[in-house]
């Protein structure tokens, strides 16, 4: 038993459903582990991914529980990102979600239950960082194409010293031979590429249908000089950086280039005035450190598949940084997350809030 009263062999795996948590559970019991699986139910959406696990808990002969977090999810994923389309942004669902619903309920039903870690099907690696004052570090997944680590950069020590990710040093084509392998009823089934409240993929609709006539709130489309260029019909229903479905009528090709939500406006531009290189941005987390003592540079990344590119970060106040890029970035967008690499290791990251200009 460890100094927590837990067993320190026993690990409760959070099962969506699909193959990678799946192989992540094979894995951890193959590997001598007592492990059991536990599937969150966070609404309507979540009926296969639990019909689903409970076939591949039976497979592996582990125990299986449900756990309903519908209300929770609610409040601290659904209701935020409905807010962040009205105050034009671009919200991240799965950053918060990963820190405040799969990995510290799920860490504190552990706790419950007496597993002294949680493990998920997410491709990075956590690492005990000696030279580091025996701090935890996050780094990416060796398969490059596959790593999650973008939307896990907010996880605490206490989060990272009890999480397991056996995915970590694998590719997708490895995890899905084991699978199969080990017959697991979810070997062939496809990834999904949408947010998980949303099937399909359109927030459009949903924010329709949960905002209703408050997203109907139409509006000018106007050039950086105010001058008018058309009219839209929302502008919850557009991001930075958008030229698809811009109602301009004018020569293009435009982009959006800026949202004023309490103005109802969207302000388009040409190519060149959707880059910028420096962002501010809020809500700062760092993890081989608490906070920087000055400037650090490192790789900055503003989306979860974009290039991480030479930046440098200034601490400000209240939990802000300034990220400078030595390139132009297109598309900084409010609401998504600025993640700062060194190399392969995730040194912290924060929520823009918005481009800034040089002076």
Not at 26 to 51: C, M, N, P, Q, Y
Not at 82 to 107: I, S
Not at 205 to 226: T, Y
Request: proline share 6%.
């Amino acid at each position: 038993m460890g100094d927590r009263g837990y067993d320190t062999a026993r690990v409760l795996v959070a099962m969506s459903g699909g193959v990678d948590s799946s192989v992540a559970a094979a894995l951890l019991k193959h590997d001598g582990w007592e492990v059991a699986g536990i599937t969150l139910d966070l609404g309507e959406s979540s009926r296969e991914a639990v019909a689903a696990a409970e076939l591949v808990a039976r497979r592996l002969g582990i125990p299986h529980q449900v756990l309903s977090v519908r209300g929770q999810f609610e409040a601290v994923v659904v209701r935020p990102f409905c807010a962040a389309y009205l105050a034009g942004q671009t919200p991240n669902p799965c950053v918060r979600c990963n820190e405040m619903v799969k990995l510290e309920w799920l860490r504190t039903r552990a706790a419950e239950l007496g597993y002294a870690f949680v493990s998920t099907g997410h491709y990075a690696r956590v690492l005990g960082a000696a030279g580091q004052k025996g701090r935890f570090l996050l780094w990416r997944a060796v398969e490059a194409e596959k790593d999650q680590s973008y939307v896990l950069y907010r996880l605490s020590q206490e989060q990272l010293g009890h999480l397991l990710l056996p995915l970590g040093n694998l590719s997708k084509s490895q995890v899905r031979s084991i699978a199969r392998a080990a017959g697991l009823p979810v070997a062939a089934r496809p990834e999904s590429q949408d947010i998980c409240f949303i099937p399909g993929g359109d927030y459009r609709s949903f924010l329709r249908e949960r905002l209703g006539e408050a997203i109907f709130r139409p509006g000018p489309v106007i050039d950086q000089s105010g001058e008018l260029l058309g009219e839209h019909a929302g502008a919850a229903f557009f991001t930075i950086g958008q030229r698809k479905g811009l109602p301009v009528r004018r020569p293009g090709p435009w982009y959006v280039v800026d949202i004023r939500p309490e103005e109802a406006t969207v302000v388009a531009g040409k190519a060149h005035q959707v880059l910028g290189t420096v962002l501010e941005a809020k809500d700062a987390r760092f993890i081989p450190f608490h906070w920087p003592a000055g400037t650090l540079e490192v790789e900055a990344q503003i989306r979860y598949r974009g290039p991480a590119v030479p930046a440098r970060v200034t601490p400000l106040e209240s939990g802000r940084v300034k990220v400078e890029f030595t390139v132009p970035q297109r598309a900084i967008t409010p609401g998504q997350a600025v993640v700062f690499y060194r190399g392969e290791m995730v040194v912290g990251g924060a929520t823009i809030v918005g481009r800034l200009h040089k002076n």
